[in-house]
T-cell receptor, first 114, second 111 residues
Framework: EAGVAQSPRYKIIEKRQSVAFWCNPI?????LYWYQQILGQGPKLLIQ????????DSQLPKDRFSAERLKGVDSTLKIQPAKLEDSAVYLC????????????FGPGTRLTVL | GQQLNQSPQSMFIQEGEDVSMNCTSS?????WLWYKQDPGEGPVLLIA?????ELTSNGRLTAQFGITRKDSFLNISASIPSDVGIYFC???????????FGDGTTLTVKP
C-alpha cells in the first residue's frame, strides 16, 4: 500500500512570495490533515478535511493560508504572502475515518522563507 | 486550547539502557498516541492507547494510558542505536480525529 505522498520536499522562497504544497493521501482515506511543524516543536494542526469538506480550520491563519481538497482526494495548501515565521515543515496526514484513528503521515515539505 | 507537556526534552543514554519518557495534559484525552520521527520524515505511530489504565507493548516499547486520562508514559527497554529520534506523544478527543502533540523527547543512544 502506497503511503501519503507530498511534494515538493523542499522549498525556499523570499518573504511576500506565494507557495503551494501538494498532498496525495492513502487511497480510500476519507480524512486528510495538514499540520505545521516548527523546528523543535510538535506538529500543530492547520486544517482537517472529511472528504472534500472542512471539519476544523480553527488554527489556520486564514488571512494568508488557504487549503482545498477538490473531489475528496488530493489536497493543496497555499501560503500567500509568506512571512519569515512560516518557515517550517508542512506535514500531510490521512486516516480512514474521522474520529480517533491511526493517522499516516507523509514525509513533509520543508519550507524556508528568507 | 489543550497543551501537552512532554518530558524530558532530551535524553542521552548508553546502548542497552532502558528509557522512560512521559506526557501530561491539563485536560482529558480519550486516546493517547506515541510517535517516532526520524530526520526528514513524518511521524510514525508506535503505540495507540484507547482506555484509561491500559498498558500496551510493541516489542521493546511499552506505553500506559494514565488512569486520570491526563497523562501517559512510554518505556523503551534495552535501547539500540536505531532508537535514536524524536518521540512525540499526542492526544485525541472522542469524535475528533485531530491530534494535539507534545513538543517531543529527543533520544540519543551512544553505542
Amino acid at each position: 500500500e502506497a503511503g501519503v505522498a507530498q511534494s515538493p520536499r523542499y522549498k525556499i522562497i523570499e518573504k511576500r512570495q506565494s507557495v503551494a504544497f501538494w498532498c496525495n493521501p492513502i487511497s480510500g482515506h476519507a480524512t486528510l490533515y495538514w499540520y505545521q511543524q516548527i523546528l523543535g516543536q510538535g506538529p500543530k494542526l492547520l486544517i482537517q478535511f472529511q472528504n472534500n469538506g472542512v471539519v476544523d480550520d480553527s488554527q489556520l491563519p486564514k488571512d494568508r493560508f488557504s487549503a482545498e481538497r477538490l473531489k475528496g482526494v488530493d489536497s493543496t495548501l497555499k501560503i500567500q504572502p509568506a512571512k519569515l515565521e512560516d518557515s517550517a515543515v508542512y506535514l500531510c496526514a490521512s486516516s480512514l475515518r474521522r474520529g480517533p484513528d491511526t493517522q499516516y503521515f507523509g514525509p513533509g515539505t520543508r519550507l524556508t522563507v528568507l | 486550547g489543550q497543551q501537552l507537556n512532554q518530558s524530558p526534552q532530551s535524553m542521552f543514554i548508553q546502548e542497552g539502557e532502558d528509557v522512560s519518557m512521559n506526557c501530561t495534559s491539563s485536560s482529558i484525552f480519550n486516546t493517547w498516541l506515541w510517535y517516532k520521527q526520524d530526520p526528514g520524515e513524518g511521524p510514525v505511530l508506535l503505540i495507540a492507547l484507547y482506555k484509561a489504565g491500559e498498558l500496551t507493548s510493541n516489542g521493546r516499547l511499552t506505553a500506559q494510558f494514565g488512569i486520570t486520562r491526563k497523562d501517559s508514559f512510554l518505556n523503551i527497554s534495552a535501547s539500540i542505536p536505531s532508537d535514536v529520534g524524536i518521540y512525540f506523544c499526542a492526544g485525541q478527543l472522542a469524535n475528533a480525529g485531530k491530534s494535539t502533540f507534545g513538543d517531543g523527547t529527543t533520544l540519543t543512544v551512544k553505542p
